[in-house]
């Protein structure tokens, strides 16, 4: 059974820094694009970021660019979201999601990024 | 960058009737590259139709995608009391590579 686990979400403070991480399981990790998507409360779902299988291919939404850094460890079987310079409307709930011939088949359970001072 | 937009934003129906969800992109795409996704609350989306038409493992058939070129649909041919929850398309392209609609709200009438 394909399992994503998010951790690392928590409250920091405008200008901080967080890094989420992504537990994968039950399926060959390296071999799949990997992506984080992000909802605010009460809206929407938005694409924050992906990265290929190796890693060696990185994208980011503009509204992160400069300030998140996606990256994975195959040998871990995690993905990683580095967050700097956060942002109010930064807030979110960040899922990570598997890449499967354009669509995300299977979601982690999201956890919540919460930016105020 | 493609557009997709999603009508109604709210749908009331009652369960036994029928759903149907419209999602509009702002230039031709290409249909395998059209899914379908819904979210309860509090939980995480899960994926419903992929390539416009074909459902996801577990999804019943009572859920089919249709459309091509700029108009998409998903339809609920009879609904169950727990199909009420929000719907997303997304498209999978370029820049950026992926995409969402706004989401409609399915709710009880």
């Known amino acids: 059974e394909v399992q994503l686990v998010e951790s690392g979400g928590g409250l920091v403070q405008p200008g901080g820094s967080l890094r989420l991480s992504c537990a994968a399981s039950g399926f060959t990790f390296s071999t799949y694009w990997m992506n984080w998507v992000r909802q605010a409360p009460g809206k929407g779902l938005v694409w924050v970021s992906r990265i290929n299988g190796d890693g060696s291919s990185t994208t980011y939404a503009d509204s992160v660019k400069g300030r998140f850094t996606i990256s994975r460890d195959n040998t871990k079987n995690s993905l990683y979201l580095q967050m700097n310079s956060l942002r109010v409307d930064d807030t979110a709930v960040y899922y990570c999601?598997?890449?499967?011939?354009?669509?995300?088949?299977?979601w982690g359970q999201g956890t919540l990024v919460a930016v105020s001072s | 960058e493609i557009v997709l937009t999603q009508s109604p934003g709210t749908l009331s129906l009652s369960p036994g009737e029928r759903a149907t969800l419209s999602c509009r992109a702002s230039q031709s795409v290409s249909s395998s590259h059209l899914a379908w996704y819904q979210q309860k609350p509090g939980q995480a989306p899960r994926l419903l139709i992929y390539g416009a038409s074909n459902r996801a493992t577990g999804i019943p058939d009572r859920f089919s995608g249709s459309g091509s070129g700029t108009d998409f649909t998903l339809t609920i041919s009879r609904l169950e009391p727990e199909d009420f929850a929000v719907y997303y398309c997304?498209?999978?392209?370029?820049?950026?590579?992926?995409?969402f609609g706004q989401g409609t709200r399915l709710e009880i009438k």
């Open positions: 999601a598997r890449d499967f011939y354009n669509r995300l088949d299977s």
């Open positions: 997304q498209h999978y392209g370029d820049s950026p590579p992926i995409n």
